[in-house]
Structure formats: structure tokens, C-alpha cells
């Protein structure tokens, strides 16, 4: 009886921990039609939830928060675009939010559009959460024209890299 106890309580303490690793995840492809970048970015809502309570004036939650314009911008702005950015021939490239979508998996993602850039050799930035968990591992899927993918994985020792469109 003891043994299952010790047990159990040793799978409870497993279980009960967080999580050891984070990870953000990003996908992106060029439109022809508007010569831009559509970008989708995945989020754990409870690492987002966590920074944005502290970086967030009025937190309200993550739901309401993000359901409100100013909260939404804040959380967009500062957190968000924040940890991903792309630049061309070492010019920002803008990048228009279009929406979010908070699901039940606790996941949440965002939806941009970047203004008009040409193909070619691009820089992208993705250290998303880096400084708040050291452990965090991003992934982004560039989804290229020939519809094969290519897969970029970023680290806090290497948080950027060159991408030809």
C-alpha cells in the first residue's frame, strides 16, 4: 500500500508541473496577388496569459483583454510583433494585424499580412517569449510556392535567420 502511494503521489507531482518547454510556432507564405507575407502565429495561451498580465495596463484576462481594442493593441504591439519581425534589404517590414483566434486547446493564434516587399532574401526575427522562458524553442514553416515547406528553428543562441522568397 505504501509503494502505491509513493507512487501515486510521484505521478501527481509529474503531472502537476507546468510545462518544461515552451514553444511558439509560425507559418508564412508569400501572395502573388498583393506581393506580401500572410503569417499565422501559435501562441500557448497560458504563456501568453502570463506575460501579458505583466506587461498589459487593465489586464483584464486574455479573452477580454484581446476582445478589447486597446487591450488587443497593446498585446499585439508589445508582445506579439514584438517577437517577430521581418526586414528587407535592412528595412522593417510593416505587418498588418488581421485577427486572432483564442481556441479551447489553449491555444491561440494571430493572423497578419505584411506590407508590399519583392521576393528575395528576407530577415526574420523570431525570439517570441525568449526573454521572459529561457527554454522557449521557436518553429516557423515557410510554405513556398512549388508547395514544398521549409522549416526554420529558432533558439535563445539563435534567434534569426535569412529566408529567400
Known amino acids: 500500500m505504501k509503494g502505491i502511494l509513493i507512487l501515486f503521489l510521484l505521478l501527481l507531482s509529474a503531472f502537476s508541473y507546468g510545462h518544461d518547454t515552451y514553444f511558439a510556432f509560425a507559418e508564412m ?91 528575395g532574401l528576407i530577415d526574420i526575427r523570431f525570439d517570441l517569449f525568449m526573454n521572459t522562458y529561457l527554454e522557449q524553442q521557436n518553429k516557423l514553416i515557410y510554405n513556398k510556392s512549388d508547395h514544398s515547406k521549409q522549416t526554420f528553428v529558432f533558439f535563445g543562441s539563435s534567434r534569426e535567420t535569412k529566408i529567400a522568397l
Open 29 to 119: 507564405e508569400y501572395d502573388e496577388d498583393c506581393s506580401c507575407l500572410e503569417i499565422s502565429i501559435k501562441v500557448s495561451a497560458h504563456d501568453l496569459n502570463s506575460i501579458a498580465e505583466n506587461q498589459t495596463k487593465n489586464y483584464l484576462g486574455l479573452e477580454k483583454t484581446l476582445n478589447s481594442k486597446e487591450g488587443n493593441s497593446n498585446i499585439i504591439q508589445q508582445i506579439i510583433l514584438q517577437g517577430f519581425e521581418i526586414n528587407q534589404y535592412q528595412k522593417k517590414i510593416v505587418s498588418f494585424y488581421e485577427g486572432f483566434e483564442l481556441n479551447n486547446d489553449g491555444d491561440c493564434f494571430f493572423y497578419f499580412k505584411t506590407e508590399k516587399l519583392e521576393k
